[in-house]
């Protein structure tokens, strides 16, 4: 049974993609299409940036959270760990 699933999964990511590939030579030849193709390919960039910034956001936030409590564990040592507490039960 996963045979054949595995197979017919095969031969319509070929015909798709086939297809696409087809429709994308035709799209290329006419003006609109290279148009049209040149602003897909464009959304699709910045659509890639946006995703990076908000991934390297995260990461920044993050950081920042770690860096705040190890710097309120430095300044504060009896108060960082009654913080602590209360961050862990919410």
């Known amino acids: 049974m996963r045979t054949q699933e595995l197979f017919l999964q095969g031969c319509f990511f070929t015909i798709s993609f086939l297809m696409l590939l087809l429709l994308l030579s035709i799209?290329?030849?006419?003006p609109v299409g290279r148009v049209?193709?040149?602003i897909l390919v464009?959304?699709?960039c910045l659509s890639a940036e946006c995703f990076a910034l908000f991934k390297m956001t995260q990461f920044l936030w993050r950081w920042s959270s770690k860096a705040a409590i190890a710097l309120v564990r430095f300044l504060h040592p009896s108060q960082a760990s009654a913080t602590l507490l209360t961050e862990t039960k919410n």
């Open 36 to 38: 049209l193709f040149a």
């Open 42 to 44: 464009s959304v699709i």
């Open 27 to 30: 799209a290329v030849h006419f």
